[in-house]
């Protein structure tokens, strides 16, 4: 089992910067590959950013690239998301999610996904 708590969010304006927080709990944390999506009200969960759990390959999705960055802890078994750059279109709950390695599913599909956080607002002003 692994829990994921999501920190981080609040209300900036555009051209301002967030780093949102993942905290995971569970032994097993380092052999999960982790991502972050959103969902902005209306709109299906959008995949944003997916770092491996072994070596340090990364995966961005098309709206955040070259503005986002996906790292991770594996001493504080936390996971980060900096964005950059904020956009209004950016405003949606962020959330945290763990892909295990037995999970074959692609990684930008929610489904693919075997743990989720409780979401963080993010909401970008113009």
């Known amino acids: 089992q692994v829990q994921l708590v999501e920190s981080g969010g609040g209300l900036v304006q555009a051209g301002g910067s967030l780093r949102l927080s993942c905290a995971a709990s569970?032994?097993?944390?380092?052999?999960?590959?982790m991502g972050w999506f959103r969902q902005a009200p209306g709109k299906e969960r959008e995949f944003v950013a997916l770092?491996?759990?072994?070596?340090?390959?990364?995966f961005y999705g098309d709206s955040v690239l070259g503005r986002f960055t996906i790292s991770r802890d594996y001493a504080k078994n936390t996971v980060y998301l900096q964005m950059n750059s904020l956009k209004p279109e950016d405003t949606a709950v962020y959330y945290c999610?763990?892909?295990?390695?037995?999970?074959?599913?692609?990684?930008?599909?929610?489904?693919?996904?075997?743990?989720w956080g409780q979401g963080t607002q993010v909401t970008v002003s113009s």
């Open positions: 999610a763990a892909k295990s390695p037995e999970n074959s599913g692609v990684y930008y599909r929610p489904p693919s996904y075997d743990y």
């Open positions: 569970g032994r097993t944390f380092s052999r999960y590959s």
């Open positions: 770092i491996w759990w072994y070596g340090s390959n990364t």
